[in-house]
């Protein structure tokens, strides 16, 4: 049983335009959230994260919202620019096993920015 | 800097045999490494958690007899896939995390593709 998911497989945006990557969970204990961008190739790198205390975090042109009640995050990147296309995971920790430090990931959303 | 690196990043193998995946941190001493699987369009699933010096912890349902992790220094853990089967065709991934870095905080090697025949 999936505890996170993203339903999105891949999303399609045009440059300059905002994206939206979402990301849903079902286990309530989770308290610490994470996104990592995967190119090609390459091991997924750490983008942004989230604390459970916290409904928004923003870096640059990434934000990451919170809805706990909800138990969904969401990942806006704007503007979107051609060099973001990558694939996106969700990933959280604090609620498996009592293990802090283990993630659990969804299955990524692949997003394509169109010049 | 926080480099991770893989080998081999692609095997192929006979069932039966077994498979020794390599992944070292380049630039930081890591204390803890992770081995993660990942089936084609399935999310990135841990199968073990080790720490330098110690033996691993395995999650549920991974078979230690079959998945052997040693960590034997701060910048190398080695996975071996005893003998393989078709089934075990996955891409494995590792990731560390150093010393004094945050509980959250793991950087992922570019992973391993192993094709087993």
């Known amino acids: 049983d999936q505890q996170v998911k993203q339903n999105s497989p891949s999303l399609s945006v045009q440059e300059g335009r905002i994206s939206i990557l979402n990301c849903d969970y079902t286990?309530?204990?989770?308290?610490?959230f994470l996104w990592y961008k995967k190119y090609p190739a390459e091991g997924p790198t750490f983008l942004i994260s989230?604390?459970?205390?916290?409904d928004k975090n923003e870096d640059g042109r990434f934000t990451v919202f919170l809805n706990k009640s909800a138990k969904h995050l969401s990942l806006h990147i704007v503007p979107s620019q051609p060099g973001d296309s990558a694939v996106y995971f969700c990933?959280?920790?604090?609620?498996?096993?009592?293990?802090?430090?283990?993630?659990?990931f969804g299955k990524g959303t692949k997003l394509s920015v169109k010049p | 800097g926080a480099v991770v690196s893989q080998h081999p990043s692609w095997v192929i193998c006979k069932s039966g045999t077994s498979v020794k995946i390599e992944c070292r941190s380049l630039?930081?001493?890591?204390?803890?490494m992770f081995w993660y699987r990942q089936f084609p369009k399935q999310s990135l699933m841990l199968m073990a958690t080790?720490?330098?010096?110690?033996?691993?912890?395995?999650e549920q349902g991974v078979e230690k007899d079959k998945f052997l992790i040693n960590h034997a220094s701060l910048t190398l853990s080695t996975l071996t896939v005893t003998s393989a089967h078709p089934e075990d065709s996955s891409f494995y991934i590792c990731?560390?995390?150093?010393?004094?870095?945050?509980?959250?905080?793991?950087?992922f090697g570019p992973g391993t593709r192993l094709t087993v025949l």
């Open positions: 990731s560390a995390r150093g010393r004094g870095s945050p509980w959250y905080e793991q950087f």
């Open positions: 630039d930081f001493q890591a204390t803890t």
């Open positions: 990933a959280a920790s604090g609620g498996y096993g009592g293990s802090q430090g283990n993630l659990i």
């Open positions: 286990n309530s204990m989770f308290d610490y």
């Open positions: 989230i604390s459970s205390i916290k």
């Open positions: 080790s720490n330098e010096g110690s033996k691993a912890t395995y």
